[in-house]
């Protein structure tokens, strides 16, 4: 049996790769946007903090940015010879860590992150199959790429299995 790899990734991460990996983080504010390929066990995931662009002709992509995570994790997609769209899609974070602190627009970091994470989805024409955003409190994310399997331990539950129904017909 094949040793399972497990990685964690801290705020600006992006992680691709496959079956032997299982990948794990903790989100706060911060949002996970997380990539399988069910038939080529394949897939990635990145954690960001900040839901804007950053200013242009900054340097090299900054994965601690919404848009520049997700081109990090599609440029590793189109290098391994695989589309976007043949990956399924989920979104966690986006949590409101501070909630008695005032905002001037009204929306918080989180929700801002939960945003631009929707916002990037619709724009490169994926679907989003599982998600689990907003609320209060961290998010405890583990991702099996071998069996495209998602755990989630949340301040709202002790434990969430997330699985597709594609790896079950294996």
């Known amino acids: 049996m094949a040793r399972v790899i497990e990685y964690f990734l801290q705020p600006g991460d992006v992680v691709f790769g496959g079956r032997q990996m299982r990948l794990c983080t903790v989100l706060g504010s911060c949002v996970a946007l997380v990539f399988w390929h069910p038939q080529r066990l394949l897939g990635g ?3 960001y903090m900040l839901p804007r662009q950053r200013s242009q002709g900054a ?5 601690r940015y919404a848009a520049d995570a997700l081109a990090l ?4 997609i189109h290098r391994a010879g695989a589309r976007p769209e043949q990956f399924e899609v989920s979104l966690f974070g986006g949590a409101d860590m ?3 602190i005032k905002r001037c627009n ?9 945003n631009a994470a929707r ?3 619709q724009a490169h ?6 998600y689990h955003v907003g609320g209060r409190g961290h998010r405890h994310l583990v991702f099996d790429v071998g069996t495209g399997r998602l755990q989630l331990n949340h301040a709202d539950f002790v434990r969430k299995v997330f699985e597709s129904p594609k790896s079950n017909a294996r």
């Open 45 to 47: 995931m990145c954690h």
């Open 125 to 130: 024409g994926l679907q989003c199959q599982v």
């Open 106 to 114: 009204g929306i918080g970091i989180g929700q801002q992150n939960v």
């Open 73 to 76: 994790l599609l440029e590793c």
């Open 119 to 121: 916002s990037l989805i």
């Open 59 to 63: 340097g090299n992509l900054n994965g």
């Open 98 to 100: 501070f909630p008695g």
